[in-house]
């Protein structure tokens, strides 16, 4: 079965930085795409970055654009999001995200972003 762990989760100040990680297992990590999602309290998941399984082609929500870079690690079986200029609005649980013979979800990790 395919398990997804989130890391690096946190809290940071406005205007700080924060890289998460995604680490997989029970798959053939660099023949899927994977992406990352956040949750606001009371609001549904959405969509934050995605990138091919080379790395080549990657997309953003356009509320992260030029302040997210999202990266993976084939050798590794990581995904990484790197936030940067991060806002309250960040604030969420970040999830990566793979499909395979269904959607797989990782359990999240917190990132609260406050002064």
């Known amino acids: 079965q395919v398990q997804l762990v989130e890391s690096g989760g946190g809290l940071v100040q406005p205007g700080g930085s924060l890289r998460l990680s995604c680490a997989a297992s029970?798959?053939?990590?660099?023949?899927?795409?994977m992406h990352w999602y956040r949750q606001a309290p009371g609001k549904e998941r959405e969509f934050v970055a995605g990138?091919?399984?080379?790395?080549?082609?990657?997309n953003y929500a356009d509320s992260v654009k030029g302040r997210f870079t999202i990266s993976r690690d084939n050798a590794k079986n990581t995904v990484y999001l790197e936030m940067n200029s991060l806002k309250p609005d960040d604030t969420g649980v970040y999830y990566c995200k793979v499909t395979k013979d269904r959607v797989y979800w990782g359990q999240g990790t917190q990132v609260t972003v406050s002064a």
């Open positions: 990138i091919s399984s080379t790395g080549e082609f990657k």
């Open positions: 029970g798959c053939t990590f660099s023949s899927y795409f």
